[in-house]
């Protein structure tokens, strides 16, 4: 609900006068957050006013009276949060933070969708102090506030005591019918009445409109019959257009029900005092300049931009007094806690400050050629989480439904469950994407190492999800296993083809393919260590071969030579460059051509962006780009052209059949490798080998970008 969309419906004539029932003052603090609202999407002449002012008394009784909640430390543990999921209505949010005192100046305001900034077009964690999520991508912000209520639960299991409850708070979430429609806040919401997460408040903007006009066309089901049907308390509020006292008091019903989730189906006029008010019109697009004074007159306002009455500023200063006082009251709480409880404050500092425990490097399993038996990745992948699970207890999370297949089990805890929330494993069953948005929620929440499991081919489910957690820098860790058509009889319906690349071709994401025990040590080190940026660890389903020459440290450098590094550049015929399950087809394949006479070195590239990460010089050390070279990977082709002369990989769908089968089918066993390494050999022979290292790199981004 992101587009901008104009209408051709013609507005009423004259808008009745309608009285207000609640308190004159208190209409006035509502009137003046839609009239603020409104101001900043026309002075960008783009963006969403009819939402802000259809949801103004929401956010007005939630940052008024309802919200625990600190400017001067926004990450305060404790704080209520706040999400608004439908995050084409940011301007409600940056109002209600230049009220609250959260350092966005009116100035900000007024550089409402501007580049660079602090009011961006939706919300982003990373700009604006106060936001807690990036939102904008509807259904993923509800599902965040289940992450967040899943997290406070779990925390308040683990940490407090009777006399301290260090973790007692609420998440408030502000939807529209958008959020409700895409499937992810399904999934999440299903699990949220599982789980019973009752300090999970939902306030349902249910104002009937979508952009294409009335919710008529597509959404007639009865959200209140589903939501019951999750397992949701369901509260119904007619109107907040005549007073707040029907929303105060379900807040308050809401709040005394500890085992459920609750929603508030309030029911909200879109565009509210506009002369398109309950129009899809008033969406995206800003008001026309005459409709905003007939609406500023009808509040009983100075007809300026960017105005507050000093009244209600006043209001808002007294509250933020008010909540700062609150977390003044916490931090005492807290000091006794930590006078009490030591050991288990020190965790939670360590925790909230991103410190990794100490001993991971050391704890991680290294692989010895001579005496290990070669396994699975995915098995590696299970010793690396049974490794590091016991002295890193912020690693939380789960699969979707497959488990026994992921082997991501943490055998040192248990389930979350409704009745075990210290258990540290989720059961998300089969909702990829809701587990996704949930684990980019437990991220922000702080203090949490999320990470996720399904099979690599549907990480499609999840995209959306993932591509969110790049954009907001959280470090969550995925692990994606039968990472190739190597699964063999499920078929091209579970093969991955396009997926690697897909997930490659994102900005601020890692992905893995390691090869062997070292390498997957090296993948699950630097994902830990990388809490800015997300992780894919892509896993085979079968037993690979051992390498002899693999390591930790050389594999954390992105690709290196395993093969061959004894034989100098000048005299190299040959380059093959592959990962996980393709590396000993590699391998083998090199000793065979070395039997006639071709001298081959081999790489192993676990990490595409880490290797070109490294300076100009050790990539050329490793594949300098003018000797002939062929990549190997049993995934789509796209994106080893920067790499490889030629290539072996997947053009199109696989089949279904035994794994050994398919691969010799599509080329990838050591026969074919070596008979196209020698072809490769023979084609540049006597010729000019194009050095694809030679070629600019251009930055083509004017001035600097800080975030």
Request: hydrophobic share 35%; glycine share 10%.
């Amino acid at each position: 609900m992101g587009l901008d969309r104009t209408s051709t419906s013609s507005p009423p004539l004259k808008k009745m006068k309608e009285s207000y029932e609640g308190p004159e003052f208190e209409l006035k603090c509502i009137n003046s957050i839609r009239a603020l609202s409104a101001d900043m999407p026309s002075a960008a002449k783009s963006g969403h006013p009819g939402a802000p002012m259809g949801c103004a008394p929401m956010a007005h009784l939630l940052w008024s009276e309802v919200m625990d909640y600190s400017p001067s430390n926004p990450e305060w543990w404790n704080r209520d949060r706040f999400v608004l999921s439908n995050g084409h209505a940011c301007a409600l949010q940056y109002s209600m933070l230049h009220l609250a005192g959260y350092g966005l100046t009116m100035d900000d305001l007024k550089n409402f969708r501007q580049m660079g900034s602090r009011t961006p077009g939706h919300p982003e964690n990373f700009m604006t102090p106060g936001v807690e999520v990036s939102t904008g991508p509807l259904g993923q912000g509800i599902s965040n506030g289940v992450a967040f209520a899943l997290a406070e639960r779990h925390y308040a299991a683990t940490f407090n005591t009777e006399e301290h409850k260090i973790f007692d708070h609420h998440t408030y979430v502000i939807c529209g019918d958008g959020c409700l429609q895409e499937g992810v806040s399904s999934e999440t919401s299903s699990l949220a009445g599982h789980l019973g997460l009752g300090r999970l408040i939902v306030l349902y903007d249910d104002n009937n409109i979508t952009i294409d006009g009335s919710t008529d066309l597509s959404f007639t089901e009865d959200v209140q019959k589903r939501y019951e049907a999750y397992g949701w308390q369901v509260l119904t509020v007619e109107t907040v257009e005549k007073d707040l006292k029907d929303l105060r008091a379900a807040i308050a019903t809401a709040k005394a029900n500890e085992s459920q989730p609750t929603m508030i189906k309030i029911r909200t006029t879109i565009g509210k005092g506009s002369l398109l008010e309950g129009t899809a019109a008033t969406h995206g697009a800003p008001l026309k300049p005459d409709d905003m004074s007939q609406a500023k007159r009808g509040w009983g306002l100075p007809d300026e931009p960017f105005t507050l009455a000093d009244d209600v500023k006043a209001l808002y200063v007294k509250r933020t007094q008010t909540v700062e006082g609150k977390f003044a009251e916490w931090g005492k709480l807290y000091a006794s806690y930590k006078a009490a409880n030591p050991e288990k404050a020190a965790e939670l500092d360590r925790r909230f400050n991103q410190q990794l425990p100490a001993g991971i490097d050391a704890a991680l399993p290294s692989f010895d050629y001579k005496t290990d038996k070669a396994k699975a990745t995915r098995q590696y992948s299970q010793a690396c989480i049974g490794s590091i699970a016991p002295i890193m207890p912020e690693l939380m999370g789960g699969s979707a439904d497959l488990t026994p297949s992921n082997l991501t089990a943490i055998s040192c805890s248990g389930d979350f469950q409704k009745a075990t929330p210290e258990g540290r494993y989720l059961r998300f069953g089969v909702r990829e994407h809701g587990m996704a948005a949930i684990c980019n929620g437990l991220f922000a929440y702080g203090g949490i190492r999320p990470f996720c499991a399904t099979f690599l081919n549907f990480a499609g489910y999840a995209l959306g999800s993932i591509r969110v957690a790049a954009l907001s820098k959280f470090g969550v860790i995925y692990v994606m296993t039968h990472d190739s058509i190597g699964l063999g009889e499920d078929g091209p319906t579970h093969q991955p083809i396009e997926m690697i690349e897909s997930l490659r071709s994102m900005p601020n994401i890692n992905v893995f393919r390691p090869a062997d025990s070292n390498e997957m040590s090296m993948s699950y080190k630097v994902a830990l260590e990388s809490h800015s940026t997300p992780s894919v660890i892509c896993c085979s389903r079968s037993g690979l071969p051992a390498l002899e020459h693999s390591s930790v440290e050389k594999a954390a450098m992105g690709a290196y030579t395993i093969i061959g590094e004894d034989i100098e550049l000048s005299k190299t015929d040959l380059i093959i460059v592959g990962t996980g399950s393709e590396v000993g087809s590699c391998v083998e394949a090199a000793a065979k051509l070395a039997e006639s006479g071709i001298m081959v070195r081999v790489v192993s590239m676990p990490c595409q962006e880490i290797f070109v990460a490294q300076s100009m010089e050790y990539q050329r050390s490793v594949l300098p780009g003018n000797i002939p070279t062929l990549s190997v990977e049993a995934s789509a082709e796209h994106g080893w052209h920067r790499f490889s002369h030629a290539q072996i990989g997947m053009t199109r769908f696989g089949m279904s059949g035994p794994g050994a089968e398919l691969f010799e089918k599509f080329g990838f066993t050591t026969e074919n490798v070596t008979e196209k390494g020698q072809a490769l050999v023979e084609f540049y022979k006597g010729g000019n080998v194009p050095d694809l290292m030679n070629r600019p790199i251009f930055n083509s981004i004017k001035g600097t970008i800080d975030h």
